[in-house]
Every structure is written in structure tokens, then in C-alpha cells.
């Protein structure tokens, strides 16, 4: 199931269609609702940080038990972002080509 | 610069790590902040969709302006995600695969 | 307009309720909708401190320009919670009291 | 301790600084904080709605473990919020005023 890039997320789009449909909650997935769980996502891995300042990258990946938190939330943060993309035909590839290529002429 | 597969966002990650790097990002970038980020951004995605009640997908893409504003906000999303992931070196693709294998036992 | 305590908000409500009223606004503000509205308003507030790492409130007193925005950001945040707990009947003083006392012996 | 007036938030300040006080936490509560605080506890109000569409004021106040939730999650937002604006100093009622005059020109 697991691609060999690191980046390439294509394998991981049917099982994730899948995974919605038997459970029959596409009727659930309007794109506001999807953007709402994003918010909701994003919100829980912000979390893990509250209260805790100028902690480096290298300290956090000393803790096994931290680094599962985070990940698991960066995974549905990037779950619920590829069914919203899915579902109206978004590609992530170009949409954030399209945004860098905007931002290096702004900055 | 775009990969053939709009899920496969290898190309990408170099380009991301260079207009990062070229403007002196990276000290800002402590995964805190690169959380807020995240949360911020969440949000202005969201405010897309604010006080419009029952919008499904179809309605949406027949609005190239919203589109387009729509796919800059998960740019924005993805974007900041990944300086993240690639900071403490999670794998997107292993983080999200482990996630639905355990919402597949809960659900 | 202005009740004599920075903290008694009882004149407010009558004119925000107006204010919305005039507008025929009721028809938006479900509770689901008032709570999204919260959540992005936060995310706005949120932004003001984005990549400003270490800064106390005497730095930002200072600048008039930042209490300013801060200061609208906390008036958005606090009418859309305000709309809520009136549509809900949620009395904000014992709301907070009560929570108040459960965190007093939670820690 | 429960001031007459829902919306007269005055009595509940000195137990608030005092809870923060007699645990020694105004250490953590930088303006930054505070702020990232309130949008995770917008977020925490938002999801007690995620996924449920169409539910109308009436429909939750029948649900009394649904109102105390909501309720607890408001109190949560209006306590940070509250520290935040007692640290800059920042007058509610005059914000809101303001804000409202402000927003009367706009719409």
C-alpha cells in the first residue's frame, strides 16, 4: 500500500475513497463540512504545542510518543485535504506549483 | 516542475526547500509555528464557506473565481504541512497510511 | 452606549441584537454557523502573532496600530459568542463560573 | 460569586487572575499563547457541530449534555480571551462598542 516516495500520496487515494464509501459517508463530505475538519485538524495538532515555546525540531524527535501525536494529526489534516481536493477536482500538484510560482514573484 | 500524478508531490519538496532557504525562512519556521500556520490557513479556507448553508461540490466548480481561491487556501494548507513533515522527517505517505489502517479498525 | 465596568457587557446587547435585526442576519446565525464564525475570527487574532516569537504584552501595548487590530479581533471573537449564548440561552456569567470551579478542582 | 446580569462579567475577573495567580502560570500566558489558546478552544466549540448540518437553536437546547458542552467550550474561548484583554489592558465593552459602530458604517 505504501508508495516509495515519501511525497507521493497517488497510492494512497483509492483506499481512501474506499474507505469513505463502505462506510457510506460521502453524504457527510459536503466541501464546507470537509474544510470545517480540516479546521477542527488543525486545531488538535496546534494543540500539541500550546504552552510550549521555542522547543526546536530536534527535541521533539526525541520523543517517540510526541512524534506519533504529530504525525497522526498531520495524517488527518491531509486526509480530509485530498477528499475536499478529490471531490472538486483540485491538483494538489498544480495548486501548489501554481502557489509557490505566485509567492516567489511576491516575496 | 509538475509531476505527472496531481498526488505525487515529490517534485515539488525541492522548490519548497529552496524558496524556503533562498529568503532566510527557515528560523522562523520552528514546528510551532509552522503549526499556527497550518490553523491559520485552515481557516481562511474556511471562511470560504461561511455563511453559505448546503453549497454541494457541483455548485462550487462552476465558480472558476471560487475555485481558484479554494485551491490557493489548500495550497496554503499543503504547503506549511509539509515544510512541517519535512522538518521532523515524517513520511506523509507512511503517516497517512497508518492513520487509515486505524480508523479501519474503529469504524 | 458605553456601561461604566470594561467588563459588564449587559448595555452591548440590546444593539448587537438590533444590529442584526436591521440586517435580517437571524437567518445565518445557526449555532453551527456562529461557532464556525468564532473559529475564524480566533484564526484572525491568531495571525497578529504569527512569526513573532517571544513578544510580552508591554512591547505590544506600545504599539497603537497592533492594540488596535488585536483589540477588533477580540470584539469579533466576543460579538459572534455573544450572538450564540443569546440563540442558546447560555448565561456567560455562570458558564464561566462553573468552569472556573471544575478547573479549580481538576488542578 | 455569580454577578445579577448574564452579560456582566465583572465579579469573575479577580477569581480568574487569582486561579491563574495561585498556580503560577502567568508564565505561560504570553499574549502569543493566549491567542493560540482561544482558537483552539473555538476549534474545540466548532467540532460539538461537525457533521451535523441543518440543526436549528431549539433542536440543541433539548439536548441538555449537548448544551453543557457547548456552554463549557464558550466559557473555555471567553476565560482566554479574558486574560488576553486584561493583560494589553484592552477594554471589552469598548471594543465591542467600537466594533459595532464601525461595522454599522461598513453594512
Redesign the interface.
Known sequence: ???E?????????P??ME?RHE?DWEQ?H????L???????????????????????VE??DDEER?KE???E??????Y??Y??N??????????????E???ER?
Open positions: 500500500m505504501i508508495s516516495s515519501p511525497w507521493d500520496l497517488s497510492s494512497i487515494v483506499t481512501l474507505f462506510r457527510f459536503r466541501p464546507k463540512e474544510a470545517a475538519a480540516i479546521a477542527i485538524e488543525a486545531a488538535e495538532l496546534q494543540e500539541l504545542f500550546l504552552w510550549k515555546e521555542g522547543e526546536c525540531a521533539i524527535q512524534m504529530i504525525s497522526d498531520i495524517a488527518d489534516i491531509l486526509i485535504t485530498m475536499l481536493a471531490d472538486l477536482g483540485i491538483n494538489l500538484n498544480e495548486a501548489i506549483s501554481g502557489k509557490i505566485e509567492n516567489s516575496y
